[in-house]
């Protein structure tokens, strides 16, 4: 059974940055593409950002691009969320989640995704 545990939120002044990691067990890890999503108060879950099974293909969501970066490691069964210049509207709960239908490329569409982390909580304030 699979299961992904997410880490590394926290509090952070406007502009600063935040690394979440997301590892994965119970699955061959590689296989897979892996997505994050946001829920932030008073809106609906938004994807922000997946990565392929190898790395090579990423998507941003319009209001993270430029400003977070995903990347994974396959050895340690980790994909990372690099998040800088961060906003106070980035505030929310963040979750990765395993993609169950694409693995060479992915798509930020929930529907695609069968697997969840608990989320890891971001606060954006000064």
């Known amino acids: 059974q699979s299961q992904l545990v997410e880490s590394g939120g926290g509090l952070v002044q406007p502009g600063g940055s935040l690394r979440l990691s997301c590892v994965a067990s119970g699955v061959v890890f590689k296989y897979y593409a892996i997505g994050w999503f946001r829920h932030v108060p008073g809106k609906e879950r938004e994807g922000v950002s997946c990565?392929?099974?190898?790395?090579?293909?990423?998507k941003y969501g319009d209001s993270v691009k430029g400003r977070f970066t995903v990347s994974r490691d396959n050895d340690k069964n980790t994909v990372y969320l690099q998040m800088n210049d961060l906003k106070p509207e980035d505030t929310g709960i963040y979750y990765c989640?395993?993609?169950?239908?694409?693995?060479?490329?992915?798509?930020?569409?929930?529907?695609?995704?069968?697997?969840w982390g608990q989320g890891t909580q971001v606060t954006v304030s000064a």
């Open positions: 990565i392929n099974r190898n790395g090579f293909t990423t």
């Open positions: 989640a395993l993609d169950t239908r694409y693995g060479e490329t992915c798509y930020l569409n929930e529907a695609d995704f069968g697997s």
